[in-house]
C-alpha cells in the first residue's frame, strides 16, 4: 500500500508515544557505538530476551532506536582519540582527530551528530515515501555493479597517498593482501592462516581496527603528555555553548553536503552485505572529489566529518530494505531483527505492506523520532563529552588498551584475537612512525574481500568471461562514472596549472616584434 500522510502522522504518534524507551535505547546504543567491538548486533542479541519478550512493534522501536543510535555514537571516539566505534566511522578519523588536536574538538562532534541526524531523517523519511520503488535497485545491483562500487572506494586509497604516493599504495596494497588471509570464496582453500583455523574465516575486522587505531594511538599518545598542542589545549578549555552553536552553523552551511552524502549511503546500503563502511568511504571519496579544496582533506575540515558520518547513518535505512521488501537482511544488526520478527510470526516480503504495513513502515517513521531524540540529548552533552581529550595520556592511554582489549575479545570469544590485536597494534604503530598511512591499510582489509567474493562470483555465474563486468547497463554507467571520478583531479590540477601560468603582456609582445 502507499502510505498516506495520515498514516504516517499516526505511526509517528506511536513511535512518539514510547519516547522514554527510545531515550533508553538511544543512550545504550550511543556508548555501545564508542566503544571498539561492541556493536549493535552483539547488544541486541544479549537483550534478546527482552525483544522477545514484548509485543513486535515494541521490540521493533527499541531495536531500531538502538541501531541508529550506535551509527551515531562511532564518531565519537573516531574524532576525540582516532579510534574508530565501528567500520562505518573510521573515514570520520580523517579529518574529526585533526580538528580534535587543535581543540577543536567540540565543533567536530557537533557537526558529527548533526550530518548523522539530518542524513538519517532525510533517508528515513525518503525510505517511507519511496520504499516501493528503492527496493527494485536491490534486483539491478549484483556483482558486476558492487565491483565498480568497491572500486570508488578503493580509489580513496590513491587519494591518501597523494602525499606520499608510494608509501600510501604500499599501506593500501598491504591492507588487501591482509584481507586476503582465510578460505578462499570459491574452493574454501585456507590462504595465509599458517595453520590457524581462527583465520579460516579471514582476519576479523575488528581485531585490525582496535589494533592498528586504537593501541597504536594509545602507545603514541604515551609519548607526550597530552594529544593537544598548547595552544589547542587552551581553546578546548575554554570551549562553551558558543561552539556548540558555532557547530550547528558550520554543518548547517553545508546542508547539501549532508543530504547528497546521505542518499549515497541509502544507495549503498540497499544492497545486502555492502555495509556502512563501504558507504563511509564511497562518500568521504567523492565528497573530496567535488570538493574546491580537496587538498584540505585530512587537514581537519567540516566536510571531512559530515560527509562519513551523514553517509553511515543514511545505509541504517537502506540496511533495512531489504529485509523487510525481499526478507533478505542487509546486514548483521539486519539479520537478529529478521530472528525476532520471525519468532514473532511477522511475514516478511511484499505481503507484509498488505496485512502489517503499520510495521513496515513504522521502522522508518521510528528512526525519524529516534534521530529528533538523540539530537536535542546530545547536542547539550558535546561540551562535556569533548573534554574527555584534556585527560593526560598517561591515564587515558591505559584505559583505552583496556576498554579496547575487551571490545576485540568480546566478537568470538577468542584469546587468538588478544594476540592478534597486539600485533596489528605494533603493525599499526611502526606504520604511523615510518609514514605509511593505517587509514589506507583499513580501506584495504575492508573493501578487499568484498571486491575478490563478487569479482569471483561475477566470474563463476559468467564461466570465467571477464567481459561480464560490462554486461550491464547499471554497471557501465558506473564504470562512466568512476573513469570520470579518476579523470577529474587531474583535469581541476591542470586547470589550475594554466591559470597560474603568467600571460604576457600586450605592448611587450608588440615591443618584441618590432
Same mark, same amino acid.
Given at each position: 500500500?502507499?502510505?498516506?500522510?495520515?498514516?504516517?502522522?499516526?505511526?509517528? *504518534?506511536?513511535?512518539?508515544?514510547?519516547?522514554?524507551?527510545?531515550?533508553?535505547?538511544?543512550?545504550?546504543?550511543?556508548?555501545?557505538?564508542?566503544?571498539?567491538?561492541?556493536?549493535?548486533? +552483539? #547488544?541486541?542479541?544479549?537483550?534478546?530476551?527482552?525483544?522477545?519478550?514484548?509485543?513486535?512493534?515494541? *521490540? !521493533?522501536?527499541?531495536?531500531?532506536?538502538?541501531?541508529?543510535?550506535?551509527?551515531?555514537?562511532?564518531?565519537?571516539?573516531?574524532?576525540?582519540? +582516532?579510534?574508530?566505534? @565501528?567500520?562505518?566511522?573510521?573515514?570520520?578519523?580523517?579529518?574529526?582527530?585533526?580538528?580534535?588536536?587543535?581543540?577543536?574538538?567540540?565543533?567536530?562532534?557537533?557537526?558529527?551528530?548533526?550530518?548523522?541526524?539530518?542524513?538519517?531523517?532525510? %533517508?528515513?523519511?525518503?525510505?517511507?515515501?519511496?520504499?516501493?520503488?528503492?527496493?527494485?535497485?536491490?534486483?539491478?545491483?549484483?556483482?558486476?555493479?558492487?565491483?565498480?562500487?568497491?572500486?570508488?572506494?578503493?580509489? &580513496?586509497?590513491?587519494?591518501?597517498?597523494?602525499?606520499?604516493?608510494?608509501?600510501?599504495?604500499?599501506?593500501?596494497?598491504?591492507?588487501?593482501?591482509?584481507?586476503?588471509?582465510? *578460505?578462499?570464496?570459491? =574452493?574454501?582453500?585456507?590462504?595465509?592462516?599458517?595453520?590457524?583455523?581462527?583465520?579460516?574465516?579471514?582476519?576479523?575486522?575488528?581485531?585490525?581496527?582496535?589494533?592498528?587505531?586504537?593501541?597504536?594511538?594509545?602507545?603514541? !599518545?604515551?609519548?607526550?603528555?597530552?594529544?593537544?598542542?598548547?595552544?589547542?589545549?587552551?581553546?578546548?578549555?575554554?570551549?562553551?555553548?558558543?561552539?556548540?552553536?558555532?557547530?550547528?552553523?558550520?554543518? $548547517?552551511?553545508?546542508?547539501?553536503?549532508?543530504?547528497?552524502?546521505?542518499?549515497?549511503?541509502?544507495?549503498?546500503?540497499?544492497?545486502?552485505?555492502?555495509?556502512?563502511?563501504?558507504?563511509?568511504?564511497?562518500?568521504?571519496?567523492?565528497?573530496?572529489?567535488?570538493?574546491?579544496?580537496?587538498?584540505?582533506?585530512?587537514?581537519?575540515?567540516?566536510?571531512?566529518?559530515?560527509?562519513?558520518?551523514?553517509?553511515? @547513518?543514511?545505509?541504517?535505512?537502506?540496511?533495512?530494505?531489504?529485509?523487510?521488501?525481499?526478507?533478505?537482511?542487509?546486514?548483521? %544488526?539486519?539479520?537478529?531483527?529478521?530472528?525476532?520478527? %520471525?519468532?514473532?510470526?511477522?511475514?516478511?516480503?511484499?505481503?507484509? $505492506?498488505?496485512?502489517?504495513?503499520?510495521?513496515?513502515?513504522?521502522?522508518?517513521?521510528?528512526?525519524?523520532?529516534?534521530?529528533?531524540?538523540?539530537?536535542?540529548?546530545?547536542?547539550?552533552?558535546?561540551? =562535556?563529552?569533548?573534554?574527555?581529550?584534556?585527560?593526560?595520556?598517561?591515564?587515558?592511554?591505559?584505559?583505552?588498551?583496556?576498554?579496547?582489549?575487551?571490545?576485540?575479545?568480546?566478537?568470538?570469544?577468542?584469546?587468538?584475537?588478544?594476540?592478534?590485536?597486539?600485533?596489528?597494534?605494533?603493525?599499526?604503530?611502526?606504520?604511523?612512525? #615510518?609514514?605509511? +598511512?593505517?587509514?589506507?591499510?583499513?580501506?584495504?582489509?575492508? &573493501?578487499?574481500?568484498?571486491?575478490?567474493?563478487?569479482?569471483?562470483?561475477?566470474?563463476?555465474?559468467?564461466? +570465467?568471461?571477464?567481459?561480464? $563486468?560490462?554486461?550491464?547497463?547499471?554497471? @557501465?554507467?558506473?564504470?562512466?562514472?568512476?573513469?570520470?571520478?579518476?579523470?577529474?583531479?587531474? $583535469?581541476?590540477?591542470?586547470?589550475?596549472?594554466?591559470?597560474?601560468?603568467?600571460?604576457?603582456?600586450?605592448?611587450?609582445?608588440?615591443?618584441?616584434?618590432?
Amino acid at each position: 500500500m502507499e502510505p498516506s500522510l495520515g498514516f504516517v502522522a499516526e505511526l509517528f *504518534a506511536h513511535a512518539l508515544s514510547y519516547w522514554w524507551l527510545i531515550l533508553i535505547a538511544t543512550t545504550i546504543g550511543i556508548i555501545i557505538g564508542a566503544m571498539p567491538g561492541f556493536g549493535s548486533a +552483539n #547488544t541486541i542479541i544479549m537483550l534478546l530476551p527482552f525483544t522477545l519478550a514484548v509485543d513486535v512493534d515494541v *521490540a !521493533m522501536i527499541f531495536m531500531v532506536s538502538l541501531f541508529c543510535a550506535s551509527q551515531m555514537g562511532g564518531g565519537i571516539t573516531s574524532i576525540l582519540l +582516532n579510534i574508530p566505534g @565501528n567500520g562505518g566511522s573510521a573515514a570520520t578519523c580523517l579529518d574529526g582527530y585533526p580538528m580534535a588536536k587543535k581543540g577543536q574538538g567540540q565543533q567536530a562532534l557537533v557537526l558529527s551528530f548533526v550530518a548523522s541526524t539530518v542524513g538519517g531523517m532525510v %533517508t528515513a523519511g525518503m525510505s517511507i515515501f519511496l520504499l516501493p520503488y528503492m527496493a527494485r535497485l536491490a534486483y539491478y545491483l549484483h556483482s558486476v555493479e558492487m565491483v565498480v562500487i568497491l572500486l570508488f572506494g578503493i580509489t &580513496l586509497i590513491a587519494s591518501i597517498a597523494s602525499e606520499n604516493m608510494l608509501k600510501g599504495l604500499i599501506a593500501g596494497f598491504l591492507g588487501l593482501l591482509i584481507g586476503a588471509i582465510g *578460505a578462499d570464496h570459491i =574452493y574454501s582453500t585456507p590462504r595465509g592462516t599458517f595453520g590457524a583455523l581462527e583465520l579460516y574465516d579471514g582476519v576479523p575486522l575488528i581485531a585490525v581496527l582496535i589494533g592498528v587505531f586504537a593501541i597504536s594511538e594509545a602507545l603514541i !599518545m604515551m609519548e607526550s603528555r597530552s594529544v593537544l598542542s598548547e595552544a589547542g589545549m587552551q581553546i578546548a578549555k575554554k570551549a562553551g555553548w558558543p561552539e556548540t552553536w558555532e557547530g550547528v552553523k558550520m554543518a $548547517f552551511a553545508r546542508w547539501w553536503l549532508m543530504i547528497w552524502t546521505g542518499i549515497v549511503g541509502l544507495i549503498i546500503g540497499i544492497v545486502p552485505g555492502a555495509g556502512a563502511s563501504i558507504a563511509a568511504f564511497v562518500a568521504y571519496q567523492q565528497a573530496r572529489l567535488y570538493s574546491k579544496t580537496p587538498e584540505l582533506y585530512g587537514t581537519g575540515i567540516p566536510e571531512g566529518v559530515i560527509a562519513p558520518e551523514s553517509a553511515n @547513518n543514511g545505509c541504517a535505512s537502506g540496511d533495512l530494505i531489504p529485509l523487510l521488501v525481499i526478507g533478505v537482511p542487509g546486514g548483521t %544488526t539486519a539479520a537478529v531483527m529478521l530472528i525476532v520478527m %520471525t519468532y514473532h510470526g511477522v511475514q516478511l516480503g511484499p505481503r507484509m $505492506f498488505i496485512q502489517t504495513p503499520e510495521l513496515g513502515y513504522g521502522v522508518f517513521v521510528t528512526m525519524l523520532v529516534a534521530y529528533g531524540v538523540m539530537l536535542f540529548t546530545t547536542l547539550p552533552l558535546t561540551r =562535556y563529552i569533548s573534554k574527555l581529550i584534556l585527560i593526560p595520556t598517561a591515564v587515558l592511554a591505559p584505559i583505552i588498551i583496556a576498554f579496547t582489549m575487551v571490545g576485540s575479545f568480546a566478537p568470538r570469544g577468542y584469546m587468538f584475537d588478544l594476540w592478534l590485536t597486539l600485533l596489528f597494534g605494533v603493525i599499526g604503530y611502526v606504520c604511523r612512525r #615510518t609514514g605509511y +598511512n593505517v587509514v589506507a591499510m583499513l580501506i584495504g582489509v575492508i &573493501l578487499g574481500p568484498l571486491l575478490e567474493a563478487n569479482v569471483m562470483r561475477a566470474l563463476r555465474i559468467s564461466g +570465467n568471461d571477464p567481459l561480464v $563486468f560490462f554486461s550491464s547497463t547499471v554497471g @557501465n554507467i558506473l564504470w562512466a562514472l568512476l573513469f570520470i571520478s579518476l579523470f577529474i583531479p587531474s $583535469f581541476v590540477a591542470w586547470r589550475k596549472k594554466r591559470g597560474l601560468r603568467p600571460q604576457p603582456v600586450a605592448g611587450a609582445v608588440a615591443g618584441g616584434g618590432a
